[in-house]
């Protein structure tokens, strides 16, 4: 019998939800004897410690940072969240950019003023979109700028699995990639190699007609050198939803630039009826013997 804790501030949902599907051989339970725990990792990583038993933990996160402290054990498979931020990411990121070029803000300040404006929009059509990150949340980025008719940069450590991808960079390539683009987005996880993989130099390399967005992590920013290029206009604007310190301190000038869009940490919510399918998914393989879906590298970090 396998013994699951679930560590999560929607607990109870989660219970719910694994109890409807009636795994065999397992039990909830509240206590230091489990050998599998779920939920968020900022929850798990404090209570690792008095969790002797522990041979895996899955994440309700796709980020799992928490638990890559080095001063925490690792002698547990760690899996995390895949698959299911594609799509409220694809919302979120094409929601601006087609504000951006509909004029949407703009607009609706005209109206306030009961200002006729005729000025005309833009359109996606033929822009140029670089993805800095293309795993799951890339590559449906990358298919629905396909559907907008833009072309696809995108930029990552090795891989190129996406075929909505027209042209990728690897390596030193940063400045060649960044250079003719209309959107700059950025959906890389929390690593020593891209942390402030968004520098001084990769934004002088924009054109300033340029627009950053960034949902992913905060840490990939160098946010003085994002700041001084919004400021002084060397780029167009930025959409921002995360930060190296959240949340946002209230005194932070991002808050009062007029080129810059603040989300407060919430382009893709997790909710559990997307989360849970994937924990018991990974326990049916876990009591088969079989492969667990989206294992992560502690070394990687990914």
């Known amino acids: 019998m396998h013994r699951l804790r679930i560590l999560s501030k929607h607990g109870l949902t989660y219970r719910q939800l694994i109890e409807a599907a009636a795994l065999s051989d397992l039990a909830i339970v509240d206590d230091e004897s489990c050998d599998i725990v779920f939920g968020e990792p900022a929850l798990i990583a404090p209570a690792l410690p008095q969790l002797p038993s522990v041979r895996w933990v899955q994440s309700t996160w796709a980020g799992v940072e928490p638990l890559l402290d080095p001063a925490l054990r690792r002698d547990y498979a760690l899996t995390n969240v895949r698959g299911v931020f594609g799509a409220p990411m694809s919302e979120y990121v094409f929601a ?3 504000a951006h070029e509909r004029r949407l803000f703009e607009k609706h300040a005209s109206q306030q003023e009961r200002r006729w404006d005729a000025a005309p929009p833009g359109t996606l059509r033929g822009k140029t979109i670089g ?7 890339g590559e449906a980025l990358a298919r ?3 559907h907008f008719g833009m072309r696809v940069k995108g930029y990552t450590r090795s891989s190129e699995a996406s075929g909505d991808v027209d042209e990728y960079f690897h390596g030193d390539t940063l400045p060649a990639f960044a250079r003719d683009l ?14 402030r993989l968004v520098d001084a130099a990769l934004l002088a390399a924009l054109p300033a007609r340029a627009v950053f967005v960034n949902p992913g992590r905060g840490s990939s920013v160098d946010e003085a050198a994002l700041l001084a290029a919004l400021r002084q206009n060397r780029i167009a604007g930025a959409v921002l939803d995360v930060f190296e310190r959240e ?4 005194e932070h000038p991002f808050w009062t630039l007029p080129n810059v869009r603040i989300t407060s940490h919430t382009a893709a919510i997790s909710f559990p009826e997307d989360i849970a399918p994937l924990f018991i998914e990974n326990y049916r393989r ?4 079989g492969p667990l879906r989206h294992r992560v590298d502690f070394d990687l970090g990914y």
């Open 182 to 195: 209309d959107y700059l987005v950025a959906v890389v996880p929390n690593t020593a190699a891209t942390r």
């Open 144 to 146: 629905t700028a396909r």
């Open 286 to 289: 876990w009591i088969a013997g």
């Open 247 to 250: 949340p946002l301190a209230p």
């Open 131 to 137: 993805l800095i990150g293309v795993g799951s949340i």
């Open 96 to 98: 601006y950019l087609l």
